[in-house]
């Protein structure tokens, strides 16, 4: 089965740096996706990686090892704001989005 | 920034009625999707629609879902008999790639649906 695992909860510190770690098995692979959710939103596009290797936007960068099966989404310099789920989400050989349940960030002062 | 848009924002109905959820998705995007999510668990795919038809479905879009593109701007997903277990926030997408790899999906701010 096709299956997308990452943490359920984290807490970091406002000015922290937090990595959102994310490991896959799914049929094929055509990317991975880090969307942002906030409570009660749509999720809205962070990243994409089909490489191998690190993308880096502003404060937020994104990891990639397809031999591994692993992705980390990193964000530095916290603000209260970033206080959000984040989803991780495999493209499968049929062009497929397969999510993961999300990591729910608690940002503290 | 173009955005995809869902009304209503919020329906309640009661168990057997049929619900109809729209969108509107960004106008020069091709692939439309359909996602739900009950609160507090995962995003869950219904179903994809290019070029007037149902590309892709997944298990929960059973005999009781349909959609439609009615004409050239929205695209609608219809429940006949709602269920309890129908309560859920229902994410429109849209992308300008379907078969692509950075298929980047616009969410619209969904419609929560709860059935009484």
């Known amino acids: 089965g096709q299956n997308i695992d990452q943490p359920t909860e984290m807490t970091a510190t406002e000015g922290a740096i937090v990595q959102i770690n994310c490991t896959y098995q799914?049929?094929?692979?055509?990317?991975l996706f880090w969307y942002q959710q906030h409570a009660g939103e749509a999720p809205t596009f962070l990243s994409y990686?089909?490489l191998d290797g690190l993308e880096e936007k502003g404060r937020f960068s994104s990891f990639l090892s397809r031999s591994k099966g692993y992705s980390y989404l990193l964000l530095k310099e916290l603000q209260m704001k970033d206080s959000a789920s984040y989803l991780c989400?495999?493209?499968?050989?049929?062009?497929?989005?397969?999510w993961g349940a999300g990591t729910k960030l608690i940002i503290k002062p | 920034e173009p955005e995809v848009t869902q009304t209503p924002s919020h329906q309640v109905t009661q168990m057997g009625q049929e619900v109809i959820l729209r969108c509107v998705p960004i106008?020069?995007?091709?692939?439309f999707y359909w996602y739900r999510q009950i609160l507090g668990q995962k995003v869950e795919f219904l179903v994809s629609?290019?070029?007037?038809?149902?590309?892709?479905k997944s298990e929960i879009f059973d005999d009781q879902f349909s959609v439609e593109r009615p004409d050239g701007s929205n695209f609608t997903l219809k429940i006949r008999s709602t269920k309890l277990e129908d309560s859920a926030m229902y994410f429109c997408?849209?992308?300008?790639?379907?078969?692509?790899?950075?298929?980047?999906?616009?969410f619209g701010a969904g419609s929560r649906l709860t059935v009484l």
């Open positions: 997408a849209s992308s300008e790639a379907g078969h692509s790899g950075a298929n980047v999906l616009t």
């Open positions: 629609f290019y070029n007037n038809e149902i590309s892709e």
């Open positions: 990686n089909v």
């Open positions: 799914t049929s094929g692979f055509n990317g």
């Open positions: 989400a495999v493209m499968d050989s049929n062009y497929q989005l397969i």
């Open positions: 106008s020069n995007h091709l692939y």
